[in-house]
């Protein structure tokens, strides 16, 4: 059971992502295409389980099982797709066993990356989203401080209304920046 922590947003957490991005560049090097900062300690000033949420893009997923092993000796779990399909996932704990990082990891123009760009980058544009996300993640962690599928499972709605929100925006973006050209 794993205890349900937010906490305010720290600007530590961009430091944090490109210590660990330098890692698995290393490791996974040729193969990677761009690696991403995601997941709420990506979005300035909203409360966010402090865990850094890593999304890797590679040419091809089979080179990155090949590096499991790599992957390991930095002191992540291999949990293959993890319910997501196209995707490698892993996850770090620190040496008292608190999580600390995750990384999503897809082939490039995968619908899955763009999903979460879009995500992160519409919560960004629009802070008053992401200030009722965070409103939402604080009062779920106080009321399900050791249920983290009760913390997921509630977070899901607001998301998918969020998700679909982000995808409008970012076709209206695309759609405005076709008239210019």
Same mark, same amino acid.
């Given at each position: ?80 797709? @993890? ?35 879009? @995500? ?17 993640? @604080? ?18 709605? @607001? ?23």
């Amino acid at each position: 059971m794993r205890k349900v922590e937010v906490v305010k947003h720290n600007p530590k957490w961009r430091e944090k992502f490109q210590i660990e991005a330098e890692k698995i560049n290393h490791i996974l090097g040729e193969n990677i295409i761009t690696i991403h900062h995601i997941g709420s300690t990506a979005i300035p000033d909203i409360y966010a389980k402090p865990i850094i949420d890593i999304l890797v893009e590679v040419k091809e997923l089979i080179k990155v099982d090949e590096r499991n092993y790599l992957m390991q000796s930095l002191g992540y779990q291999v949990m293959g797709e @993890f319910g997501i399909i196209g995707r490698r996932y892993f996850w770090k704990n620190n040496q008292e066993g608190i999580r600390t990082h995750h990384v999503h990891i897809f082939e490039v123009n995968s619908k899955q990356v763009e999903r979460h760009l879009t @995500f992160r980058d519409y919560m960004i544009s629009h802070p008053e989203d992401a200030q009722k996300y965070s409103e939402l993640k @604080f009062s779920l962690a106080q009321k399900y401080p050791t249920d983290i599928d009760s913390y997921m499972n509630c977070k899901d709605s @607001f998301i998918k209304e969020i998700d679909l929100k982000a995808a409008q925006w970012r076709l209206s973006i695309q759609q405005s920046s076709r008239k210019t050209i």
